[in-house]
């Protein structure tokens, strides 16, 4: 959004000073951007997803400047990833970027293309939500990693995520696997100075000359997977002999030893200074779990205390299931609690400091602010006539997805209920109608929709179900800022009909505060009808709009990509 | 030396670009500096917080501890106060008088006054009047920067130049109209310099 060069002027404490390369003021997504592009990238894909959307926007502005890396938004995230490992079969190097969430989405090309023979270097940086500051669930993408088998990269800072991102793609090469890079949103969304090296070139095109490496018929597919599980002690002698795993042992101590995993190292440093002792300390900064390192840390000290960022994912390894003489401190403990953001706080009191002392903060007159929908937002209007349509029935279901109309659960709107996954509405309207519930509504974004909303309906369409599909189509994908949708929104009428949607009952409608009477009574003619009904809800987001005016009349100033 | 702000305010209200300002001017002075905020669902006119910190050693945390904060910099009457806790015990509160009443049962004006008046170093700014006086009511962001600059280990012309390279890609009269409200602000706090 702000894009910031600086040319600082010298580093104290660096040795021989030259006029390095220029150092740019970067977020944790930029930095990781920056760092595919120095590493030759041809492609980047991905989703919009908080916290990891301005990674692909930093790189479509450099695209757009520069004419490459090939830089685009996809469909969702399964299509992004598969468009990636094109990208790698023909020995061209790819980044792929998701929300922890949106790798649910590409489970399947991602847990298939570890098997896969990777050829140019495939690199899937994945931005975890711990505290879900805009996400539906916490989850811990190093599991992911683990269950593919394949490394996993965790920068604690944004000269790290720059610098992790460029081995990420040589680890690629060279263990033929996609590597993952794991970032959480206090990194993402973190600005700091990045010094970058010198960027290498793109890589020719070289389509490998056997495909039966890319190709999992049973036979082969046996074939890679064996070979997946011998390249395993390789990539274990790699994070063994890795510096992002860095253990010092104090000798003259044995009581503490602290592990640190990503971004945990930063709050433990932040509380160092106050420790009368130095504990041994081992961070681990690169997966498969340097086993000889925890096991020589273990050795070493009767308690261990394990600071992770995110799920108890090391610390669940290390207590295992049988009984152990060492003890260990964590999030299974009850030492830091399981949910909810890590905090130089929380650390502190795990290290057994005190908590710092505030003013106090006794009797605060401060009440929740929420977030809402913007003022004159078009979702407000389609939600005033949902409710009016089913207002005074006994019963009624309106499942809903995922974006900024989520906020539709909350006052004054209460006027959806539920938000499980992306595309869930149309599957789980279709349920609960078979189940019996009716009327039932299905409502979801022009972008859920095309994201994961198509193939439920035809779902939908092949059983007629009784349903109510309110498509809010505000032409952007509003809740991550305002990026274009993959598909034009006269694309959309066309689409539903083509799935074979009865045109009698599909509706395109505007959505304006002058219109919601005509859409409440559409919409009551279509709960009465028992089949599938669609009504496409027409106004583009606000926001959207503005910033469209703002620039019609004046161009984009430039980034400053140096 | 090391300087942590808490910035507070609603989303909407320009809390990115004063963040950015004093960052990039601090970096020009040669420090160390973080900077973080939560993008996503918190941009809908909700609470919005974002850490930066400054120093002249390396920094580790990306957010500030407890009790840590040198200061609350908040662009809302309200907002400051929800995260007091992070306030040190000598830390200051500098905060637009100003009130975003998007909720109901928004708290009297007099109640918070009265509670911030109990902290031990309290600023309030009329931001809202200044941006008006500078020209546009936009710029209660840029005065409450103006402020904050009397306290900050930054000189007021560093902060100045990097208003104007942010607002210059928008032209030569808003970057006018910011630069005034960041002096008015500045120099209604004169009085209350440290
Ligand atoms: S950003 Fe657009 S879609 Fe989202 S709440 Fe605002 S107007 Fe509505």
Not at chain 1, 280 to 300: F, K, Q
Request: aromatic share 6%.
């Amino acid at each position: 959004m702000f894009p910031m060069v600086v040319y600082l002027p010298r580093v104290s404490g660096s040795t021989s000073i030259k006029r390095g390369p220029v150092r740019q003021v970067l977020l944790g997504d930029e930095a990781v951007a920056l760092g595919a592009v120095h590493a030759g990238i041809t492609a980047a894909y991905a989703y919009p997803g908080t916290p990891s959307t301005e990674i692909l926007e930093y790189l479509i502005r450099l695209s757009d400047q520069a004419g490459k890396p090939k830089a685009c938004w996809c469909a969702n995230e399964k299509t992004a990833f598969e468009e990636a490992l094109g990208v790698s079969m023909v020995g061209r190097r790819a980044l792929v970027a998701m929300k922890h969430v949106g790798l649910n989405v590409a489970a399947d090309p991602f847990m298939n293309g570890a098997i896969v023979q990777i050829n140019g270097g495939l690199v899937v940086a994945v931005a975890d939500d711990p505290g879900m500051h805009s996400s539906q669930n916490e989850q811990d993408s190093r599991y992911f990693a683990d269950m593919a088998r394949i490394p996993c990269l965790e920068p604690a800072n944004q000269q790290e995520a720059y610098e992790m991102v460029r081995e990420a793609f040589e680890l690629s090469e060279q263990f033929h696997v996609p590597v993952m890079v794991r970032l959480v949103t206090r990194l993402a969304h973190s600005r700091a100075v990045v010094r970058p090296q010198p960027p290498l070139a793109e890589r020719p095109m070289k389509k490998p000359r056997d495909t039966r490496g890319w190709t999992l018929l049973p036979a082969y597919a046996r074939m890679q997977w064996r070979d997946l599980l011998d390249r395993q002690p390789d990539m274990l002698a790699f994070s063994e002999a890795s510096p992002n795993n860095q253990l010092v042992l104090n000798p003259e101590r044995h009581d503490l030893g602290v592990i640190t995993t990503g971004l945990a190292r930063n709050y433990y440093f932040e509380n160092f200074g106050e420790l009368r002792h130095r504990p041994s300390h081992l961070h681990v900064g690169a997966y498969p779990l340097p086993v000889a390192r925890i096991r020589e840390l273990a050795a070493h000290v009767d308690k261990l205390l394990v600071l992770e960022e995110g799920n108890p994912y090391l610390e669940r390894y290390l207590r295992g299931l049988l009984p152990q003489a060492l003890r260990i401190e964590g999030k299974l403990s009850g030492h830091l609690p399981q949910d909810g953001e890590l905090t130089p706080d929380f650390v502190r009191l795990a290290l057994d400091l005190p908590g710092r002392r505030s003013v106090s903060t006794t009797d605060l007159p401060v009440r929740n602010r929420p977030p809402q929908l913007c003022q004159g937002c078009p979702h407000a209007d389609s939600y005033a006539a949902i409710r009016a349509s089913i207002e005074g029935l006994e019963q009624s279901l309106v499942a809903s997805d995922i974006g900024c109309y989520t906020l539709g659960a909350l006052p004054p709107y209460s006027a959806i209920e539920s938000c499980v996954c992306m595309g869930a509405s149309i599957g789980m309207a279709k349920g609960a109608a078979e189940a019996g519930m009716n009327p039932v509504f299905a409502v979801i974004g022009d972008s859920t929709f095309l994201h994961s909303g198509v193939t439920p309906l035809m779902d939908a369409v092949a059983h007629d179900a009784d349903i109510v599909l309110v498509i809010l189509d505000n032409s952007t994908v509003g809740m991550t800022g305002g990026q274009p949708t993959i598909l034009p929104s006269s694309a959309l009428e066309p689409l539903v009909l083509g799935l074979g949607v009865h045109p009698e009952h599909l509706h395109v409608l505007e959505a304006h505060p002058k219109r919601v009477g005509e859409m409440t009574e559409v919409l009551r003619r279509e709960i009465r009808h028992h089949g599938l009904s669609v009504v496409i809800a027409v106004r583009e987001c606000i926001e959207t709009a503005k910033r469209r005016r703002r620039e019609e009349r004046s161009p984009q100033p430039g980034g400053a990509e140096g | 030396m090391k300087y942590d702000i808490l910035l507070a305010g609603v989303g909407g209200q320009g809390l990115l670009s004063m963040a950015v300002i004093i960052a990039s001017a601090a970096m020009k002075n040669g420090y160390f500096v973080k900077q973080s905020e939560v993008h996503g669902m918190s941009q809908r006119g909700g609470a919005v917080l974002a850490n930066l910190r400054i120093s002249d050693q390396p920094i580790h945390s990306d957010i500030i501890a407890r009790g840590d904060a040198d200061m609350i910099l908040s662009l809302e009457i309200m907002e400051g106060l929800r995260y007091l806790d992070y306030l040190a015990a000598d830390g200051t509160m500098l905060t637009s008088t100003g009130r975003v009443e998007n909720i109901g049962d928004y708290p009297a004006q007099e109640e918070i006054v009265d509670r911030i008046q109990q902290l031990p170093h309290t600023c309030l700014v009329q931001a809202d009047d200044l941006a008006k006086e500078a020209g546009t009511v936009l710029a209660g962001n840029m005065a409450m920067v103006g402020a904050a600059s009397v306290f900050l280990p930054l000189e007021a012309e560093g902060l100045e130049i990097q208003i104007e390279r942010l607002f210059r890609p928008k032209g030569g009269k808003v970057v006018e109209t910011n630069l005034r409200a960041f002096r008015l602000g500045r120099n209604s706090l004169s009085c209350a310099a440290p």
